[in-house]
């Protein structure tokens, strides 16, 4: 994956580097590849599939295109959230509080930005490790599900497509959408349950911003 071959790393000078440390990076390191991640599946699942040369061919490109929304939409969504609903607000609190708040010492400086990549990493669902299987389960199937659609492609550019074929790719486009409605329906219950259980008003606001239903 790409986002796994994302390594930051900052050459920060005294005092400074007692807030830029080697944790707080690591964390920025870990948000950063998650949204790389989301833009890569984004980009990938937005790719048009060429025009299939193959008579009774058009049930099943609209059904493939459904699938394809279905999966977009959802990582649209997730990033929408991640960016607006997390990370701006997030910052601005923690700048805010730069700001206009009179600090000590450099721990309390130190502890405040600690506080702020902790609640974006909680917010940001990676840091309960059973949500981030979960949303890892369902990125991989979308990877997969965009590496079809090129691996397609390129069998329509080369001319290289039959009805067998044909038949056999879709057949594969529907048991990974069906994967992914399977995990996308047990990470919507887990986080339901979580909310239920901890009142956390983040994992509601993730919540909102897909359409549940559209995922039963």
Known sequence: ????????????????????????LAKYQIVYRHLIQ???????LSIPLGSVPLRGATVQLRQFEVMKHSMLQF???MHYYICQNVLEPQWERFS????????ASVEEITNTHMNFLDT???????????LVQLVGMIWSTCTKFSALVHELNNRIASRNLNDATFHEVMGKFAA????FLKYVRVLIEALQCYAAR??????????????????A
């Open 96 to 103: 805010t509080s730069l700001r206009e708040r009179k600090f």
């Open 75 to 77: 990582v649209r969504s």
């Open 120 to 130: 974006c990493l909680r917010e940001c669902m990676l840091t309960n490790s059973k």
């Open 176 to 179: 990974l959408h069906q994967y």
């Open 198 to 215: 901890d009142c956390d008003h983040y994992i509601a606001n993730f919540l909102n911003s897909i359409d549940c239903q559209f995922y």
């Open 1 to 24: 994956k790409i986002s796994e071959l994302l390594s930051m790393s900052m050459k920060v000078e005294f005092p400074e580097s007692m807030i830029l440390n080697s944790k707080a």
């Open 38 to 44: 989301c833009n890569v599946l984004v980009k990938g």
